[in-house]
Nanobody, 121 residues
Framework: QVQLVESGGGLVQAGGSLRLSCVASGRTFSSAAMGWFRQAPGKPRNFVAA????????LHAMSVKGRFTISRDYAKNTVYLQMNSLKPEDTAVYYCAAGLNSILERDYNSWGQGTQVTVSS
């Protein structure tokens, strides 16, 4: 199993930036990729971005493309989500996940506890 710990969430004004971090420990070699998902109140959890551990290839949801960037530090077992030009609709709990390089929630088998991101207008 992989253990994931997110950090970096907080309150920011619209147009601002935040960087989320996710540190992985445990059987990290068992996961091909890391992903970020988010869940707003009363809504389902949605894919945000994913990155392959080995190749660094990335996937980004259309809603965040050009504003958010996922990256990884292989040596530190850490994945980042740089979020720029934040909008109020980006407000959600952001979850880090480990699994396949996929946009599908079911392809991830380890999840962090989540970190709250709130964007004020």
């Amino acid at each position: 199993q992989v253990q994931l710990v997110e950090s970096g969430g907080g309150l920011v004004q619209a147009g601002g930036s935040l960087r989320l971090s996710c540190v992985a420990s445990g059987r990290t070699f068992s996961s091909a990729a890391m992903g970020w998902f988010r869940q707003a109140p009363g809504k389902p959890r949605n894919f945000v971005a994913a990155i392959s551990w080995s190749s660094g290839s990335t996937l980004h949801a259309m809603s965040v493309k050009g504003r958010f960037t996922i990256s990884r530090d292989y040596a530190k077992n850490t994945v980042y989500l740089q979020m720029n030009s934040l909008k109020p609709e980006d407000t959600a709990v952001y979850y880090c996940a480990a699994g396949l390089n996929s946009i599908l929630e079911r392809d991830y088998n380890s999840w962090g506890q989540g970190t709250q991101v709130t964007v004020s207008s």
